[in-house]
């Protein structure tokens, strides 16, 4: 009789110790590797881990992530505190293949284009084009074209503020 309480002491034991100590086992912590480029003073990096992105954008400008559907997968805008300059950051589904293609799509009416061209930024092609938007305003976007996805960085401002702001655009763009 001894003999059995005694081994089921032991059974009991043995259940316990396995209880409490299989939580103490160190599991290993997923690899997950965040973007290893440092962010420039001054400006805050937004990345969209699901899509596989970033950029950075100035830390006196505000973010407002918006609501999209299909085929629409982000749109991002950063503004600048007076509201007169904004940046949109859009990538939607695209049948489109080549630059060219986008450059030969109607985005823009053609009249009020100032610059258009081919660019690469951070070994990436693009198509870049500058336009007059209404009478008083001028823009700027950069469309790459990947994994059958259009990604467009768009730069808004007044005529007056274009050249002041020219430079913070262009960090966007190439911080992308």
């Known amino acids: 009789m001894k003999k059995k309480t005694i081994v089921g002491g032991m059974i009991i034991v043995a259940i316990a110790a396995t209880v409490i100590f299989a939580g103490c086992i160190e599991e290993k912590a997923p690899d997950i590797t965040p973007p290893t480029t440092s962010v420039t003073p001054g400006y805050i990096r937004s990345y969209d881990h699901q899509l596989g992105f970033g950029y950075e954008y100035p830390e006196d400008w505000e973010s407002q992530a918006t609501e999209c559907e ?10 600048k505190a007076e509201g007169e300059s904004r940046i949109v950051i859009d990538v939607k589904s695209t049948s489109l293949k080549s630059l060219a293609e986008v450059k030969g799509f109607d985005y823009i009416d053609r009249d009020s284009i100032l610059k258009e061209s081919f660019v690469e930024i951070n070994d990436r092609k693009a198509y870049e084009v500058i336009f007059k938007q209404y009478p008083d305003r001028k823009a700027k976007w950069v469309i790459f074209l ?3 996805r259009e990604y467009t960085i768009q730069c808004y401002t007044t005529k007056e503020l274009y050249d002041e702001y020219e430079e913070i655009f262009d960090h966007v763009i190439n911080s992308f």
């Open 146 to 148: 990947a994994n059958d």
């Open 70 to 79: 299909f085929p629409v997968e982000l749109v991002d805008v950063v503004t």
